[in-house]
T-cell receptor
Framework: NAGVMQNPRHLVRRRGQEARLRCSPM?????VYWYRQLPEEGLKFMVY????????ESGMPKERFSAEFPKEGPSILRIQQVVRGDSAAYFC?????????????????FGAGSRLTVL | KNEVEQSPQNLTAQEGEFITINCSYS?????LHWLQQHPGGGIVSLFM???GKKKHGRLIATINIQEKHSSLHITASHPRDSAVYIC????????????FGKGMKLTVNP
């Protein structure tokens, strides 16, 4: 059972280009979370999605950033017209249900992250 | 002031030492997570706590809800424990948003 798969692991873009980061949750997981880790800073929540629904996008910048989790396929974090300040590691995590409910102590599984560098 | 504070920020220990990492938070929470981030950058979820104490191998996590404080203990530390340990909390109110501490970098020397 593969874990959370993120790709690409490393992505280099020039200013103004688009970046697309993909996250395939663990099999059986229907909840996906995206987090951003800026250099020398802590992780910050971006967005929480269930299949075909954005549940909480309070951590998403208002412009240029969007996320989706379609019925089929991976979750996508899309950054349009990237700027140097978007350079960061973007982590995806998944869970089978809301982490505060149900049995099991560790129901949040993280991917290895996608490192975006904007030149 | 950050909602989640971790101390110390950095810690160097000798192999075999008992290590304690602290986390204090300032808001009401529904759960607290301890995460481990290795030098390669991958993140592993170690514990999720809402009360009491949990143990897994050489790791023990405790939480005191009244004092808004959690500790992660590592017994018989080993160089492979070298990593950044991150505390994260989920606020009360049903939000799934996690608020993270800045992490504590642990180095265990042989």
């Amino acid at each position: 059972n593969a874990g959370v798969m993120q790709n690409p692991r490393h992505l280099v873009r020039r200013r103004g280009q688009e970046a697309r980061l993909r996250c395939s949750p663990m099999k059986g997981h229907s909840h996906v979370y995206w987090y951003r880790q800026l250099p020398e800073e802590g992780l910050k929540f971006m967005v929480y999605l269930q299949k075909e629904n954005i549940i909480d996008e309070s951590g998403m910048p208002k412009e240029r950033f969007s996320a989706e989790f379609p019925k089929e396929g991976p979750s996508i974090l899309r950054i349009q017209q990237v700027v140097r300040g978007d350079s960061a590691a973007y982590f995806c995590a998944s869970s089978p249900f809301r982490p505060g409910t149900g049995a099991g102590a560790n129901v949040l599984t993280f991917g290895a992250g996608s490192r975006l560098t904007v030149l | 002031k950050n909602e989640v504070e971790q101390s110390p920020q950095n810690l160097t220990a000798q192999e075999g030492e008992f290590i304690t990492i602290n986390c204090s938070y300032s808001v009401g929470i529904s759960a607290l997570h301890w995460l481990q981030q290795h030098p390669g950058g991958g993140i592993v979820s170690l514990f999720m706590l809402s009360s009491g104490k949990k143990k897994h191998g050489r790791l023990i996590a405790t939480i005191n809800i009244q004092e808004k404080h959690s500790s992660l203990h590592i017994t018989a530390s080993h160089p492979r424990d070298s990593a950044v340990y991150i505390c994260a909390v989920r606020n009360q109110g049903g939000s799934e948003k996690l608020v993270f501490g800045k992490g504590m970098k642990l180095t265990v020397n042989p």
